[in-house]
């Protein structure tokens, strides 16, 4: 079995590198972005609470500025584990995915206070789950 400088054999090398690449870059740009806008939602909801419009009849009903909290410290975190990315570190990608999950779901029950930019975040995290669950350093050489 042929093997590369390193030792082990080729079809297993992994490469590691002391930043992130590829995918985990772009997710923790899109981290920082989502999480920046976030935070802006959640200052816009807790400082004038009463310029957003609310569906009487619905069913997740919450104190907007209640809501503008979540997002605030969700937000914060966002981008915390957004820059943390950038080390390419394992706990950074899984700490991304279930900080994006968090978002999605309080943008779902956010979409009757604001609906454009709820979605917009909603699809901004599920591209970065995406990113971080596809991203990957294995390589194959060939045998």
């Given at each position: ?49 009463d ?63 604001y ?6 975040l ?22």
């Amino acid at each position: 079995m042929a093997s590369n400088v390193s030792g082990a054999p080729r079809g297993a090398q992994t490469t590691r590198r002391p930043f992130a690449t590829g995918w985990t870059v772009f997710a923790a740009v899109m981290m920082i972005f989502g999480g920046a806008m976030a935070i802006f939602e959640g200052i816009a909801a807790i400082a004038k609470d009463d310029l957003i419009v609310v569906t009487r009849d619905y069913t997740f009903k919450m104190n907007t500025t209640g809501w503008g909290w979540i997002h605030l410290i969700l937000g914060i975190l966002i981008v915390l584990a957004g820059m943390a990315l950038f080390a390419g570190a394992m706990w950074a990608r899984v700490v991304g995915i279930a900080l994006a999950g968090l978002a999605m779901l309080a943008n779902f029950l956010w979409i009757p206070y604001y609906p454009f930019w709820a979605i917009m975040l909603i699809a901004i995290d599920a591209v970065v789950i995406w990113a971080l669950c596809a991203g990957t350093t294995r390589t194959a050489g060939p045998d």
